[in-house]
């Protein structure tokens, strides 16, 4: 017997006793909270529901407890049912009921614990997209553990999973790591705004080794940004597959602007009205939507603000047929939650099709 299975059974039992006395039987939580005791000398579980509900059916709680106690003790799979206190119950489980667990996870092998629940639903779930400016970290390993482990539950609770990298490879940060490797490969300093280390001299030189005059190209930086994310790039997915992590889909966000998949997603909000000028840029009515201010999405030089790309992305997830886009994002992207969700909505979508997780910085101490 699971805690779940027991808990339904302290329900049904309860419903019974109430019923038999013509008492409200709505007032029963569903589920029902089971626990383990502090002491296992008091048992195998513990519960407090005659607490919860004796005083909304006008009962003494240890009265109702006690009347619990001797309806459970009834039932086969409860070997002792005690009173506790004021009117707790402390379950003690038959063996036989202890041992049938056993005997299904046997019976079902690597089926046990699947479920229906989200049988038909497409889930996207979009985990660790660190940046490509460098090795994955231990908090991407982090990430990636904790991605993994919901895709695989999500999975077995029957929902068609994708999992998803996104791959920041459009913007400053990019054009700063291009840079830097140049600086490398020219035996120069970092630049003032640059990346240093080890890697970025191996990658240089990775680079020249490939390209022996990347150096002499009509465009160096072009050229030492594309074969340097590329080898970044494998880098991080070799990490992360060594780690016992891989993905459905590796998305490249360069890809949205090349494809014009920004361009679409912005004329459509334009169309809708959505997307307002205002001090020679565009921004998103995000307001309207749940967010705590409107975005910017056109910058009044002309170029796509960071969010372009997200708004972009969110369709083209939705797009592909999927029910639920999960996010799952560090703790500095709190304000993405509404941002998010904001978008789907704008473009015309149903914002409870994106969920953002964040996940909350540790401290490793020795």
């Not at 970092?190 to 150096?215: F, M, N, S």
């Not at 361009?263 to 909000?269: C, F």
């Not at 001090?279 to 030089?301: C, N, P, Q």
Request: aromatic residues 8%; charged residues 25%; glycine residues 10%.
């Amino acid at each position: 017997m699971t805690p779940a299975d027991l808990a339904s059974l302290i329900r049904e039992t309860a419903a019974g006793v109430l019923d038999s006395r013509d008492l409200d039987t709505s007032v029963l939580p569903d589920p029902v909270v089971v626990e383990r005791p502090r002491n296992p000398e008091h048992g195998d579980y513990a519960t407090n529901l005659a607490l919860q509900v004796a005083k909304k059916v006008g009962m003494n709680p240890r009265e109702l407890a006690t009347l619990l106690a001797d309806a459970l003790s009834a039932d086969p799979a409860i070997d002792e049912a005690e009173i506790a206190g004021p009117g707790f119950l402390n379950i003690r489980l038959a063996a036989a009921a202890q041992g049938e667990i056993v005997a299904q996870i046997l019976a079902a092998g690597a089926d046990y614990g699947h479920l229906d629940i989200y049988d038909g639903q497409r889930i996207n779930l979009e985990f660790v997209s660190a940046n490509p400016t460098g090795p994955i970290h231990l908090g991407g390993t982090r990430w990636a553990a904790v991605g993994d482990s919901l895709g695989r539950v999500l999975t077995a609770a029957g929902a068609q999973v994708t999992r998803e990298y996104y791959f920041n490879d459009h913007g400053g940060q990019i054009d700063r790591f291009a840079r830097s490797l140049v600086a490398a490969a020219k035996g120069e300093p970092t630049p003032e705004d640059g990346y240093g280390g080890d890697y970025i001299r191996e990658i240089a030189q990775a680079v020249l080794d490939k390209h022996p005059d990347a150096l002499e190209s009509a465009d160096v930086q072009e050229t030492f940004r594309a074969a340097g994310v590329e080898m970044m790039f494998d880098h991080i997915k070799s990490s992360l597959h060594e780690f016992g992590t891989d993905f459905d889909v590796y998305f490249h966000e360069n890809s949205l602007f090349e494809s014009g998949a920004v361009d679409k997603a912005v004329q459509t909000l334009k169309d809708n009205g959505n997307l307002y000028e205002s001090e020679g840029a565009w921004w998103l009515r995000s307001t309207d939507f749940g967010d705590d201010k409107d975005r910017v999405v056109i910058k009044s030089d002309g170029d796509a603000a960071y969010i372009a790309g997200d708004i972009a992305y969110v369709a083209d997830k939705i797009d592909r047929g999927h029910n639920l886009c999960i996010y799952m994002l560090g703790a500095d992207h709190h304000g993405y939650v509404a941002r998010l969700k904001a978008a789907a909505a704008a473009l015309g979508y149903d914002a409870d099709q994106v969920e953002v997780m964040i996940g909350q910085m540790v401290n490793l101490v020795r």
